[in-house]
């Protein structure tokens, strides 16, 4: 079946020190996403790639970066200028031209501090 | 700057009551997504509005888009305790035609139907 896997499910971070979280999607979809979650909050964008060695910034991409080698992975690394990194972390996908298409998404990751 | 704003943000409701969550958007679109969250869980899409007056149902929701009052409505018809999540809606602010899906969700409103 096809969809999308983010790994790991539940990830710590120490101070100083920069993680990744991995999203791999084998729906042949273009556009990717990467959203925050906070506690009873709604999503928030961090960075979102059209096409591959291409991506932008969302409404709150400081302290994160990413990178688009391949068209099926989007990984996301929260640096250590990320200083409330706790979050559930989510990634999504869309077909190009599939602006009238709902987004899919993976089960996300949890991110805490240690 | 876009605000999406729903309310209520809380819902306590018994089974087989009706209700309606609102969802009002600051800018023009005429995209608007409504998706459903377990807790801990994902987004799972429910319905996409793509137009004024566009009007979507599926068992016990509908979902309508007015984008001149920027307002969207999700329905709950006879709720059952099946239907407690929350419930997010987002607006798509992308105004190129071949660019990429640009949502803002709201807040959320966690629904909790009681038995």
């Known amino acids: 079946d096809g969809g999308i896997t983010q790994s790991p499910k539940y990830l710590f971070r120490k101070e100083g020190q920069n993680v990744t979280l991995s999203c791999e999607q084998n729906?042949?979809?273009?556009?990717m996403y990467w959203y925050r979650q906070d506690p009873g909050q709604g999503l928030r964008l961090i960075y979102y790639?059209?096409?591959?060695?291409?991506?932008q910034k969302g409404d709150i991409a400081e302290g994160y970066s990413v990178s688009r080698e391949k068209k099926e992975s989007f990984p996301l690394t929260v640096t250590s200028a990320q200083k409330n990194p706790t979050a559930f972390y989510l990634c999504?996908?869309?077909?190009?031209?599939?602006?009238?298409?709902?987004?899919?998404f993976g089960d996300g990751t949890r991110l805490s501090i240690l | 700057e876009l605000k999406v704003e729903q309310n209520p943000l809380f819902l306590s409701m018994q089974e087989g009551k009706n209700y309606t969550i609102y969802c009002n958007y600051s800018t023009t679109s005429d995209r608007l997504y409504w998706y459903r969250q377990d807790p801990g869980k994902s987004l799972e899409s429910l319905f996409v509005l793509l137009s004024n007056g566009a009007v979507k149902q599926e068992g016990r929701l509908m979902a309508s888009l007015d984008t001149k009052a920027r307002l969207s409505t999700l329905h709950i018809t006879a709720a059952v305790h099946d239907l407690s999540a929350t419930y997010f809606c987002?607006?798509?602010?992308?105004?190129?035609?071949?660019?990429?899906?640009?949502?803002?969700f709201g807040q959320g409103t966690r629904l909790t139907i009681n038995p």
């Open positions: 729906l042949n979809h273009d556009a």
């Open positions: 999504a996908s869309i077909k190009q031209g599939g602006r009238n298409q709902p987004q899919h």
């Open positions: 790639s059209q096409i591959v060695n291409d991506f």
């Open positions: 987002a607006v798509d602010t992308s105004r190129i035609i071949q660019g990429a899906q640009k949502l803002v």
